[in-house]
Protein backbone atom coordinates (compact mmCIF):
# COMPACT_ATOMS: atom_id res chain seq x y z
CA UNK A 1 0.00 0.00 0.00
CA UNK A 2 1.53 3.30 -1.27
CA UNK A 3 1.71 5.76 1.55
CA UNK A 4 -0.66 9.20 1.49
CA UNK A 5 1.23 12.25 0.75
CA UNK A 6 2.37 14.25 4.13
CA UNK A 7 -0.49 17.78 4.32
CA UNK A 8 1.31 21.12 5.61
CA UNK A 9 3.54 24.26 4.30
CA UNK A 10 7.21 24.15 3.07
CA UNK A 11 9.47 26.23 4.44
CA UNK A 12 9.63 28.47 0.96
CA UNK A 13 5.55 28.72 0.96
CA UNK A 14 6.27 30.41 4.87
CA UNK A 15 8.78 32.36 3.70
CA UNK A 16 7.10 33.85 0.54
CA UNK A 17 3.72 34.24 2.99
CA UNK A 18 5.64 36.01 5.95
CA UNK A 19 7.28 38.33 3.38
CA UNK A 20 3.78 39.45 1.72
CA UNK A 21 2.38 40.31 5.29
CA UNK A 22 5.48 42.41 6.22
CA UNK A 23 4.65 43.95 2.64
CA UNK A 24 1.03 44.60 3.41
CA UNK A 25 1.34 45.69 7.22
CA UNK A 26 4.24 48.04 6.34
CA UNK A 27 1.69 49.70 3.78
CA UNK A 28 -0.91 49.70 5.65
CA UNK A 29 1.08 50.95 8.94
CA UNK A 30 2.36 54.14 6.27
CA UNK A 31 -1.32 54.85 5.50
CA UNK A 32 -2.70 55.09 9.20
CA UNK A 33 0.61 57.49 9.67
CA UNK A 34 0.05 59.16 6.99
CA UNK A 35 -3.64 59.61 7.95
CA UNK A 36 -2.96 60.69 11.26
CA UNK A 37 -0.41 63.60 9.97
CA UNK A 38 -3.27 64.95 7.89
CA UNK A 39 -5.43 64.97 10.73
CA UNK A 40 -2.81 66.11 13.03
CA UNK A 41 -2.29 68.90 10.26
CA UNK A 42 -5.61 69.97 10.09
CA UNK A 43 -6.64 70.12 13.48
CA UNK A 44 -3.06 72.62 13.86
CA UNK A 45 -4.86 74.60 10.49
CA UNK A 46 -8.14 74.52 12.42
CA UNK A 47 -7.06 75.70 15.75
CA UNK A 48 -4.63 78.30 13.94
CA UNK A 49 -7.93 79.84 12.14
CA UNK A 50 -10.07 80.00 15.25
CA UNK A 51 -7.35 81.55 16.99
CA UNK A 52 -6.85 84.20 14.60
CA UNK A 53 -10.85 85.12 14.52
CA UNK A 54 -10.82 85.27 17.87
CA UNK A 55 -7.62 87.64 18.17
CA UNK A 56 -8.89 89.60 15.14
CA UNK A 57 -12.66 90.25 16.82
CA UNK A 58 -10.92 90.94 20.52
CA UNK A 59 -8.96 93.84 18.65
CA UNK A 60 -11.49 94.86 16.49
CA UNK A 61 -14.27 95.40 19.27
CA UNK A 62 -11.24 97.14 21.56
CA UNK A 63 -10.54 99.48 18.46
CA UNK A 64 -14.44 100.72 17.46
CA UNK A 65 -14.57 101.61 21.29
CA UNK A 66 -11.29 103.61 20.80
CA UNK A 67 -12.38 107.39 22.71
CA UNK A 68 -10.09 110.21 22.24
CA UNK A 69 -9.98 113.74 24.75
CA UNK A 70 -8.56 116.75 22.75
CA UNK A 71 -5.97 118.97 24.93
CA UNK A 72 -7.06 121.95 25.47
CA UNK A 73 -4.24 123.17 27.84
CA UNK A 74 -1.81 124.31 25.39
CA UNK A 75 1.18 122.33 26.90
CA UNK A 76 3.82 120.15 24.88
CA UNK A 77 2.04 117.49 22.58
CA UNK A 78 4.05 114.98 24.08
CA UNK A 79 3.22 115.30 27.22
CA UNK A 80 -0.55 114.72 26.87
CA UNK A 81 -1.67 111.36 28.43
CA UNK A 82 -3.95 110.72 26.10
CA UNK A 83 -2.53 109.22 23.15
CA UNK A 84 -3.45 106.94 19.84
CA UNK A 85 0.06 105.91 19.01
CA UNK A 86 2.01 102.73 17.58
CA UNK A 87 5.09 101.81 17.77
CA UNK A 88 7.28 99.72 15.57
CA UNK A 89 7.26 99.03 11.65
CA UNK A 90 7.70 95.67 9.89
CA UNK A 91 5.74 94.39 6.81
CA UNK A 92 2.38 95.25 7.70
CA UNK A 93 2.96 97.99 9.26
CA UNK A 94 2.60 99.13 12.97
CA UNK A 95 3.50 96.24 15.66
CA UNK A 96 2.25 97.79 18.96
CA UNK A 97 -0.47 100.37 19.59
CA UNK A 98 -1.33 102.25 22.78
CA UNK A 99 -5.03 103.84 23.01
CA UNK A 100 -7.81 104.34 24.94
CA UNK A 101 -11.01 102.88 24.72
CA UNK A 102 -14.48 103.02 26.13
CA UNK A 103 -14.83 98.90 25.69
CA UNK A 104 -14.06 98.19 29.63
CA UNK A 105 -14.03 94.31 30.01
CA UNK A 106 -16.79 93.16 32.42
CA UNK A 107 -13.84 91.20 34.70
CA UNK A 108 -12.39 95.37 35.36
CA UNK A 109 -13.39 95.49 39.32
CA UNK A 110 -10.74 97.24 40.15
CA UNK A 111 -10.78 100.06 43.09
CA UNK A 112 -11.88 103.40 41.18
CA UNK A 113 -12.24 101.69 37.88
CA UNK A 114 -13.04 103.08 34.92
CA UNK A 115 -15.16 102.28 32.03
CA UNK A 116 -12.84 104.30 29.99
CA UNK A 117 -9.98 102.14 30.04
CA UNK A 118 -5.75 102.53 28.46
CA UNK A 119 -5.34 99.16 26.11
CA UNK A 120 -2.27 97.87 24.51
CA UNK A 121 -1.14 95.48 21.93
CA UNK A 122 2.32 94.44 21.58
CA UNK A 123 4.44 91.51 20.27
CA UNK A 124 7.20 89.59 22.67
CA UNK A 125 9.14 86.49 22.02
CA UNK A 126 8.96 83.43 24.41
CA UNK A 127 11.50 80.74 24.71
CA UNK A 128 8.62 77.90 24.64
CA UNK A 129 5.75 79.47 22.18
CA UNK A 130 7.65 81.92 20.00
CA UNK A 131 6.68 85.41 19.50
CA UNK A 132 3.48 86.24 21.54
CA UNK A 133 0.92 89.23 20.55
CA UNK A 134 -0.17 90.26 24.35
CA UNK A 135 -3.33 92.71 25.31
CA UNK A 136 -2.69 94.98 27.91
CA UNK A 137 -5.74 97.02 29.68
CA UNK A 138 -5.47 99.51 32.75
CA UNK A 139 -7.89 99.78 35.19
CA UNK A 140 -8.95 103.96 34.21
CA UNK A 141 -7.71 105.81 31.77
CA UNK A 142 -4.16 107.56 31.93
CA UNK A 143 -3.30 110.13 34.22
CA UNK A 144 0.28 110.78 32.83
CA UNK A 145 2.38 110.45 29.90
CA UNK A 146 4.08 106.94 29.66
CA UNK A 147 7.69 106.85 28.23
CA UNK A 148 7.28 103.20 26.93
CA UNK A 149 4.66 100.90 25.86
CA UNK A 150 3.93 97.49 28.96
CA UNK A 151 5.74 94.66 28.92
CA UNK A 152 4.77 91.15 29.24
CA UNK A 153 5.46 91.09 32.92
CA UNK A 154 3.06 93.95 33.58
CA UNK A 155 -0.30 93.69 35.46
CA UNK A 156 -2.92 93.80 33.15
CA UNK A 157 -1.19 91.96 30.27
CA UNK A 158 -2.98 88.52 28.87
CA UNK A 159 -1.67 86.50 25.89
CA UNK A 160 -3.62 86.59 22.90
CA UNK A 161 -2.36 84.87 20.41
CA UNK A 162 0.85 82.42 20.14
CA UNK A 163 3.11 81.44 17.63
CA UNK A 164 2.84 84.70 15.59
CA UNK A 165 4.32 84.92 12.45
CA UNK A 166 3.54 88.08 11.33
CA UNK A 167 0.94 91.37 13.21
CA UNK A 168 0.90 94.64 11.93
CA UNK A 169 -1.39 97.48 12.16
CA UNK A 170 -2.32 100.18 9.20
CA UNK A 171 -4.01 103.72 9.67
CA UNK A 172 -6.00 105.14 7.45
CA UNK A 173 -6.14 109.01 8.10
CA UNK A 174 -8.54 112.25 6.85
CA UNK A 175 -7.43 112.27 3.08
CA UNK A 176 -8.05 108.11 2.22
CA UNK A 177 -4.18 106.98 2.49
CA UNK A 178 -2.91 104.45 4.83
CA UNK A 179 -0.37 104.86 6.88
CA UNK A 180 2.05 102.24 8.59
CA UNK A 181 2.64 104.55 11.76
CA UNK A 182 0.07 106.69 13.95
CA UNK A 183 0.83 109.25 16.46
CA UNK A 184 -2.03 111.52 17.62
CA UNK A 185 0.50 113.70 19.27
CA UNK A 186 1.56 114.98 15.76
CA UNK A 187 -1.65 114.90 13.88
CA UNK A 188 -4.07 118.09 13.89
CA UNK A 189 -6.76 117.79 17.34
CA UNK A 190 -9.71 116.94 15.78
CA UNK A 191 -7.73 113.95 13.70
CA UNK A 192 -5.79 112.48 16.05
CA UNK A 193 -7.60 109.62 15.78
CA UNK A 194 -7.26 107.72 11.97
CA UNK A 195 -10.57 107.02 10.14
CA UNK A 196 -10.23 103.22 10.27
CA UNK A 197 -7.37 100.56 11.31
CA UNK A 198 -6.26 97.62 9.14
CA UNK A 199 -5.72 94.51 11.36
CA UNK A 200 -3.23 91.99 9.52
CA UNK A 201 -2.30 88.77 11.75
CA UNK A 202 -0.38 85.67 10.58
CA UNK A 203 -0.29 82.17 13.10
CA UNK A 204 2.24 79.54 12.39
CA UNK A 205 0.76 75.95 12.08
CA UNK A 206 2.26 72.41 12.03
CA UNK A 207 4.00 71.78 8.94
CA UNK A 208 2.02 69.42 6.87
CA UNK A 209 4.28 66.32 4.89
CA UNK A 210 7.11 67.41 2.57
CA UNK A 211 5.79 71.19 2.96
CA UNK A 212 9.17 71.95 5.26
CA UNK A 213 12.65 72.12 3.17
CA UNK A 214 13.96 72.85 5.94
CA UNK A 215 12.45 70.21 7.68
CA UNK A 216 10.86 72.78 9.98
CA UNK A 217 7.91 71.48 11.82
CA UNK A 218 6.17 74.48 11.70
CA UNK A 219 4.93 76.79 8.62
CA UNK A 220 3.45 80.10 8.31
CA UNK A 221 -0.31 79.83 8.22
CA UNK A 222 -2.30 81.98 5.83
CA UNK A 223 -2.65 85.32 6.29
CA UNK A 224 -5.80 86.80 8.20
CA UNK A 225 -7.04 90.68 7.76
CA UNK A 226 -9.65 92.85 9.35
CA UNK A 227 -10.73 96.72 8.84
CA UNK A 228 -12.00 98.38 11.76
CA UNK A 229 -13.47 101.69 11.46
CA UNK A 230 -13.11 103.89 14.34
CA UNK A 231 -16.80 105.68 14.69
CA UNK A 232 -15.68 107.82 17.49
CA UNK A 233 -14.67 111.60 16.66
CA UNK A 234 -12.22 113.07 19.13
CA UNK A 235 -14.15 114.86 22.08
CA UNK A 236 -13.10 118.58 22.25
CA UNK A 237 -13.51 119.22 26.12
CA UNK A 238 -13.51 122.69 25.66
CA UNK A 239 -16.29 122.65 23.42
CA UNK A 240 -18.33 120.94 25.36
CA UNK A 241 -18.22 122.29 28.38
CA UNK A 242 -18.92 126.17 26.28
CA UNK A 243 -21.91 124.27 24.98
CA UNK A 244 -22.95 123.67 28.85
CA UNK A 245 -22.75 127.50 29.27
CA UNK A 246 -26.13 129.38 29.68
CA UNK A 247 -25.19 131.72 26.63
CA UNK A 248 -24.42 128.50 24.27
CA UNK A 249 -27.47 127.82 23.39
CA UNK A 250 -29.31 128.45 20.05
CA UNK A 251 -30.85 132.21 20.36
CA UNK A 252 -28.42 133.29 22.87
CA UNK A 253 -26.02 134.43 19.97
CA UNK A 254 -25.38 130.92 18.91
CA UNK A 255 -24.18 130.86 14.61
CA UNK A 256 -26.81 128.23 13.74
CA UNK A 257 -26.31 125.45 10.61
CA UNK A 258 -29.06 127.47 9.77
CA UNK A 259 -26.57 130.82 9.85
CA UNK A 260 -23.91 128.71 7.61
CA UNK A 261 -26.69 127.15 5.18
CA UNK A 262 -27.47 131.29 4.27
CA UNK A 263 -23.63 132.11 3.38
CA UNK A 264 -24.56 130.98 0.32
CA UNK A 265 -22.82 127.78 -0.78
CA UNK A 266 -25.53 125.34 1.12
CA UNK A 267 -24.91 122.62 -1.96
CA UNK A 268 -22.90 120.75 1.10
CA UNK A 269 -26.43 120.39 3.13
CA UNK A 270 -28.69 119.29 0.72
CA UNK A 271 -25.90 116.62 -0.31
CA UNK A 272 -25.45 115.24 3.05
CA UNK A 273 -29.72 115.37 3.51
CA UNK A 274 -30.29 113.85 0.35
CA UNK A 275 -27.59 110.96 0.88
CA UNK A 276 -29.39 110.29 4.45
CA UNK A 277 -26.09 111.15 5.69
CA UNK A 278 -24.16 108.49 4.39
CA UNK A 279 -26.17 106.37 7.54
CA UNK A 280 -25.80 108.57 10.42
CA UNK A 281 -28.88 109.44 12.16
CA UNK A 282 -27.69 111.58 14.93
CA UNK A 283 -26.20 113.92 11.65
CA UNK A 284 -29.39 114.05 9.66
CA UNK A 285 -31.74 114.95 12.82
CA UNK A 286 -28.71 118.05 13.85
CA UNK A 287 -28.48 119.24 10.47
CA UNK A 288 -32.50 118.82 9.74
CA UNK A 289 -33.11 120.94 13.37
CA UNK A 290 -30.63 124.00 11.58
CA UNK A 291 -32.32 126.74 13.63
CA UNK A 292 -31.56 125.21 16.42
CA UNK A 293 -28.14 123.10 16.24
CA UNK A 294 -24.78 125.06 16.65
CA UNK A 295 -22.40 125.08 14.39
CA UNK A 296 -19.96 124.50 17.00
CA UNK A 297 -21.45 120.69 17.11
CA UNK A 298 -21.27 120.22 14.04
CA UNK A 299 -17.27 121.38 13.80
CA UNK A 300 -17.09 119.17 16.67
CA UNK A 301 -18.64 116.30 16.22
CA UNK A 302 -18.06 115.93 12.52
CA UNK A 303 -15.61 118.05 11.21
CA UNK A 304 -15.52 115.76 7.59
CA UNK A 305 -19.35 117.43 6.97
CA UNK A 306 -17.79 120.92 8.55
CA UNK A 307 -15.04 121.13 6.00
CA UNK A 308 -17.62 121.08 2.80
CA UNK A 309 -18.87 123.84 4.46
CA UNK A 310 -17.71 127.41 3.44
CA UNK A 311 -15.31 128.75 5.21
CA UNK A 312 -17.46 131.66 6.50
CA UNK A 313 -18.80 129.33 8.48
CA UNK A 314 -15.87 128.18 10.66
CA UNK A 315 -15.32 131.63 11.85
CA UNK A 316 -18.83 132.03 12.63
CA UNK A 317 -19.46 135.09 10.19
CA UNK A 318 -23.20 135.74 10.11
Known amino acids: MRASPRSGFTLIEILGAFFIMTVILTLVTGIFVDNGRQRAAA ?3 MKESLSAAGTLDQIADDLEGAIFLTDSSGGRP ?24 QNAPMTNRAEHSSSWVEMA ?28 LPAAGDE ?41 VEINLTLTREARRGESKDGELTVPGPGHQR ?8 IDVAA ?23 QGD ?13 GDADLCEALSDSGNTCWREIQSGYPAVADKAPASCSQGQP
Open 266 to 278: NDWYYDQLDQNCS
Open 78 to 101: DDYAWRFQSDGSGESGARALRFVS
Open 156 to 196: GTMRMAIGVHDFGLRFMDASGGWLDDWDSAFQPPMNALPIA
Open 227 to 234: IVRIRMHP
Open 121 to 148: YFLEEDETDGLVLWRWVSARPPIEAHAR
Open 43 to 45: LSL
Open 240 to 262: LIELGQPDGGAGDGCFTVEDCIS
